[in-house]
């Protein structure tokens, strides 16, 4: 009886692990996503999509393009616009293999990066809610051009939550921010030129992922 007790004691220990562990395991990474979307070539995929604006709480259009194109590197690979591309840019891209290093670019391996455009476009990534809840977003922007002058800003409901500016290869800016969400609402990662920018077409490093919170 004991040990019979103890057997369905552990059962439900069992069970409850498993439901807790899979209400936390309810996460979305942009690299990851963007790496595993790829072969599909599918903008929106999941609940990430790709696209270019004039601003940070500006409307988003969607990239129409997915190319690997052998600019920068035989492993990067391209979300862009075939009506606003100058030189693949504005664009979302993943270098998917090792660092790239071509002088005054500076790719990290396995890396997502947002690219300015040469006519002043922002580039932009959404993250669109699956489900009501809080959620915690995490993540960095990080410089890979020499001289680059980009602005980088997170908005969640329409509304700025994070803006930052980003002046010198390698600078890495973090941020972490709590933001609740009703199914269907978006956050977007944006990156625009700055002030101090010395070209339009620039490189910034984004890391970001989420969490359900509750």
């Avoid at 500016?165 to 609740?180: E, H, M, Y």
């Amino acid at each position: 009886m004991i040990l019979k007790s103890f057997s369905r004691y552990l059962a439900v220990l069992s069970f409850l692990a498993a439901v807790t562990g899979s209400c936390w395991a309810q996460s979305w990474d942009v690299s990851a996503a963007f790496k595993e979307g790829w072969p599909s070539k599918s903008n929106p995929y999941g609940v990430w999509s790709y696209g270019y604006s004039s601003g940070f709480t500006a409307p988003v259009t969607l990239y129409d393009r997915a190319e690997q194109n052998g600019v920068n590197g035989a492993n990067a690979q391209f979300w862009f616009s075939s009506s606003v591309d100058l030189a693949n840019s504005p664009s979302a891209e993943f270098n998917n293999g090792p660092a790239f290093d071509e002088g005054n670019l500076h790719l990290s391996a396995n890396e997502f990066t947002l690219v300015t455009g040469d006519g002043g476009h922002y580039s932009d990534v959404i993250f669109t809610a699956p489900i009501d809840g809080k959620y915690s977003l995490e993540g960095s922007f990080r410089g890979h051009h020499d001289g680059i002058g980009t602005v980088g800003g997170v908005v969640a409901n329409g509304k700025v939550l994070f803006s930052c500016s980003i002046t010198s290869d390698g600078q890495l800016v973090p941020f972490k921010r709590i933001a609740v969400l009703k199914a269907g609402t978006t956050v977007v990662f944006s990156v625009g030129p700055g002030p101090a920018a010395s070209g339009g077409l620039q490189h910034t490093g984004l890391a970001a992922g989420f969490r359900l919170v509750n």
